[in-house]
């Protein structure tokens, strides 16, 4: 099943749409016309569910960002609870592992929940700083024992059992709009950031070392880059 979030007006239209992966059939849909909700994640599958962040507001008022969970065959919402305070904009980066569902809110809090119950593991209120309005290329990631987020004051690691943050990056930069990407194994543990001038910069994810910067054959250039892995290369 492939799980789509088109873009949509609170309240305008189909806001989660799951299709047949090989014949692209339509096989659910939520519709939030008249509620006042949209999407605002990139959809998570995992195990049989579906996990997405709902804004649920009205037009020229506050909303209550929710985390949902679905059965990702039929559509039914399991479990849905409110995250945050009412806000006009706002997003959520998704990650899975560990049994744990992980949650990085627009102001920049990191929450863990129980895959099965959707209990409540831990939370690190305001631990990630983000650039207000241009997070929604933020990723987080789960890998070498860390779970790492990119912030306005360089990359952050966290423990992801307990949530308590590991000292990590060396350096400071603005990545709180980057995807963070990792490859290798435990001989090779890297992981990538990009910044706000389009620069990369790589690191060692179990010494923290810098090893590398990249900038282009421009020069550093005002955006975030997109970035993808071939891990056996």
Known sequence: ????????FPGVGETLVA???ATGTRRWAW????TGGRIDST???VNGCVYAAKLVSR????GALHLLCADAGNGSILREREIGPPTWHSFMALA?????IYALTFDGSLRAFDALSGDLAWEQIGAVPLTQYYACDQSITVAFGKLFAGSTTGLKAFDPQTGMPVDFSPIAFNCSASPVV???GT???LVFAGTDTGIINAFNAQTHEHLWQFAGEHGPQYYWPRMACDSAR
Request: negative net charge.
């Open 43 to 45: 959809p998570l599958c």
């Open 59 to 62: 037009v020229n008022a506050l």
């Open 96 to 100: 899975a592992a560990h049994g744990m």
């Open 19 to 21: 299709l047949d992966a």
């Open 182 to 184: 990792v490859s290798g």
């Open 31 to 34: 519709e939030m016309t008249g």
């Open 187 to 189: 001989a090779r543990p």
């Open 1 to 8: 099943t492939l799980i789509v979030a088109p873009e949509t």
